[in-house]
């Protein structure tokens, strides 16, 4: 990453996940409720285990902020975990006597198997207390702060539930969807009738002791064409994105825009015609003296922004702990076992969309840090209404 980066530690069940955050501007308003009403976010939806009724999730800023405001300094995030109590000698830090409920039956679907070889552990429970989901509430606390950043910029990011298991909603024209109805849906779903086949779909699941993936769609809206760039592989800000979904526990794949399908289209039929900004010329109103005619592209060109809405799918693997565990091999003599069961979720797409919300808001924020840079916030929005005045006046630089 660039400008504004993080980092993460903790455990699943350790004290608690800490995220150091860099690079944010100074006098940025932010207090710990913003970030707590997306760490709720996070843990809500159908499907959820019993460790979402364990934990409360609520930051503590320790670092970094001063009177409400950023300093420009590195801003340090701690969230308790509540369960803490009950592994304390599991997860001690100090030296113990000898554990005896070692794990040594890998999950399959799961990094078990593949970080006990890496790091040469005899025991899992060092892999599945890093690799657990978990840790994505600390990245929901550094999207949160990115997302206050974002609204200087006027630019909003949601997600809503499309398939679980399946089960598929009806496509929904995005400027239709109820977003506060989305909200409350149980499943972060805009497709009321679809989502009636998701909850039962779960249950099913559920009492076969089964777990279920799905997708979810997310949408960035009010972006400036210009974020990211065409000149090295590592600035184009799609393969940015892709880089931050696919980090995402349990997540196998993204799609940008129409993706998958344009490879059996021809090019007259994929590429967004690029039309006047006439109000009678165009779907909606613009800002910019240029529109497109459809968004195939996701908002996205040559690595670049292109002023329309980024709109992407990620699809979400079921995840690998299932109540009633597949086949595996015990690590101490190579014996056909059943895998480790530990309390699990039975469905996490709609969690998942939150969590990718975070990704793509912490993308955004450096994408925007690098295209219009500053050192605090006023600065910062000063570039980019500088930046916005000279695309307006384009057509008088020829």
């Not at 025991?123 to 840790?135: F, H, K, Q, W």
């Not at 089964?210 to 997708?215: E, N, P, Q, R, W």
């Not at 109103?285 to 809405?309: K, Q, T, V, Y």
Request: one cysteine or more.
């Amino acid at each position: 990453m660039g400008q504004f980066r993080f980092f993460t530690a903790g455990e699943s069940h350790g004290k608690g996940l800490l995220a150091v955050v860099e690079g944010m501007v100074a006098n940025l308003p932010l207090d710990s409720r913003s970030i707590d009403l997306e760490l709720k976010r996070r843990q809500t939806g159908y499907g959820r285990g019993a460790r979402m009724a364990i934990e409360n999730d609520k930051v503590e800023i320790l670092s970094g902020v001063r009177h409400g405001c950023t300093m420009g300094s590195p801003i340090s995030l701690f969230i308790p975990n509540q369960d803490w109590q009950n592994w304390q000698k599991a997860m001690s830090c100090e030296p113990v006597e000898e554990m005896s409920d070692t794990i040594t039956r890998p999950r399959p679907g799961h990094a078990d198997l593949a970080g006990a070889i890496k790091y040469n552990f005899k025991d899992i429970r060092p892999v599945l207390e890093r690799a657990s989901a978990r840790e994505t509430a600390a990245r929901v606390a550094v999207g949160a702060v990115a997302r206050e950043f974002l609204k200087a910029f006027g630019i909003a990011i949601r997600s809503y539930t499309i398939a679980v298991g399946a089960c598929i909603g009806k496509d929904q024209n995005l400027n239709h969807i109820d977003w506060q109805q989305v909200e409350r849906s149980p499943l972060r779903c805009a497709d009321s009738k679809a989502e009636k086949l998701m909850l039962v779909a779960i249950d099913e699941a559920k009492a076969q002791g089964d777990t279920l993936g799905g997708i979810s769609r997310i949408i960035a809206t009010g972006l400036p064409p210009g974020l990211g760039s065409h000149v090295q592989w590592d600035r184009r800000l799609d393969g940015n994105i892709a880089r931050a979904m696919m980090s995402i526990n349990a997540v196998k794949g993204i799609e940008i825009g129409t993706g998958f399908a344009q490879a059996g289209l021809k090019g007259s039929q994929v590429h967004d015609t690029i039309a006047s900004a006439e109000p009678d010329a165009i779907p909606k109103p613009s800002e910019f003296p240029w529109r497109r005619l459809s968004n195939h592209a996701g908002g996205i060109e040559g690595g670049i922004s292109n002023g329309e809405d980024i709109i992407f799918q990620i699809a979400i693997k079921p995840i690998a702990t299932l109540a009633k565990p597949l086949s595996s091999l015990d690590l101490r003599d190579g014996s056909q076992v059943e895998a480790h069961y530990e309390r699990s979720d039975i469905c996490v797409v709609p969690a998942t969309g939150v969590i990718a919300e975070a990704m793509l808001a912490i993308i955004l924020a450096d994408a925007c840090l690098d295209k219009f840079g500053g050192d605090s916030l006023s600065e910062s929005t000063a570039n980019y209404r500088k930046y916005l005045e000279g695309i307006s006046l384009w057509e008088r630089h020829d």
